[in-house]
């Protein structure tokens, strides 16, 4: 286990955001902006714990705003486990804010948008594989940025596992701190038990409203052929595994309820007598299909019947 001290203190003022920036994305291959949110200069003073596959940190701060910057593609992900000692703050991620006062903890996923508003704060951090907590919370996008208790139930149990951590941290060796970062994701969960009602309890409408904003946007998107879930995710503002996650209407695929919907409007304007003079393909490359014996086959195994065969159903019945 490797201890260093690092602090603001001798380091110019202008330059003191970009120095822990540095600092951190060295020692826990985070990428991170800071910026000072009040008229004193940025303080920042941390004691970074490193093992093999085990980080954890002691954080003081001034009053500060902390967001992400691009992340580092070529390192592992890791979550950042922060339980509040000292003073406040606002955490926001994934469409969620919550106040975080002393005697609490959050999670966040630093790979994806998130942002920290805080007081002057003494925190502890812990830095786990974000692979290793999914193994066995597979929805942690559902509870990053959410406020847990720490002074009763599961929350209690996690913090006094954590404080003899830091307590003991001279003594680890590599196998301890090995075994340790197999058992914190587990010890993680059991304290998730303890995040607030309240915020749970918004957990279902937030779906909701996510997988409404996915429908939107591909709706909106339907003309154009590129769409995929890239282009949703991206249009949405969520990762491509939390669309995939959220998106299940009739437990249909994504991209096959895209199919569906476009199928729906061909089929719909093939027997609208205002187009009936359109050919069948400028109807099919209009509403976003670039292959037109597939977009034949798809139909028919949709409706029974092909296009053409649709078209001129609809245009005896007019008739």
């Known amino acids: ?42 303080r920042t003073r941390v004691t970074a714990y490193s093992g093999r596959r085990l980080r954890f940190a002691e954080l ?19 979550l950042l486990i922060s339980i509040h000692q000292e003073g406040s703050g606002l955490v926001s991620q994934s469409g969620r804010s919550q106040q975080i006062d002393a005697g609490q903890m959050f999670v966040l996923d630093p790979s994806r948008p998130f942002s920290i508003e805080t007081s002057a704060v003494r925190a502890r951090s812990v830095y786990l594989s974000a692979d290793s907590v999914r193994a066995v919370l597979p929805q942690l996008e559902e509870v990053t940025a959410r406020r847990i208790d720490l002074r009763n139930g599961p929350g209690r149990i996690f913090a006094s596992m954590v404080d003899q951590m830091f307590a003991i941290a001279h003594e680890l060796d590599e196998h301890a701190t090995d075994s340790l970062a197999d058992a914190l994701p587990y010890m993680l969960v059991t304290a998730l038990d303890g995040a607030d009602a309240a915020s749970l309890e918004c957990s279902s409408r937030l779906t909701l409203l996510h997988r409404h904003r996915i429908q939107q946007f591909a709706k909106e998107h339907l003309r154009d052929p590129r769409l995929d879930a890239k282009m949703i995710a991206e249009g949405v503002s969520l990762s491509i595994r939390r669309v995939y996650e959220l998106f299940n209407p009739s437990s249909a695929s994504l991209m096959k309820w895209v199919w569906h919907e476009r199928l729906e409007r061909c089929r719909r304007d093939l027997g609208t007598s205002a187009l009936r003079a359109r050919p069948i393909g400028a109807i099919a490359f209009a509403w976003g299909f670039s292959d037109i014996c597939h977009f034949s086959r798809t139909f028919k195994q949709r409706y029974g019947m092909t296009p053409r065969e649709w078209r001129t159903s609809k245009t005896e019945q007019c008739d």
Not at 31 to 40: D, I, R
Not at 63 to 71: E, G, K
């Open 1 to 42: 286990m490797h201890i260093e001290t690092f602090s603001s203190d001798q380091v110019p003022q202008t330059a003191r955001s970009r120095q822990f920036q540095r600092e951190m994305e060295r020692r826990f291959s985070l990428g991170l902006v800071v910026e000072a949110t009040s008229n004193e200069p940025l």
């Open 60 to 78: 003081e701060f001034s009053p500060h705003r902390t967001h992400c910057s691009q992340p580092r593609c070529d390192a592992p992900g890791r």
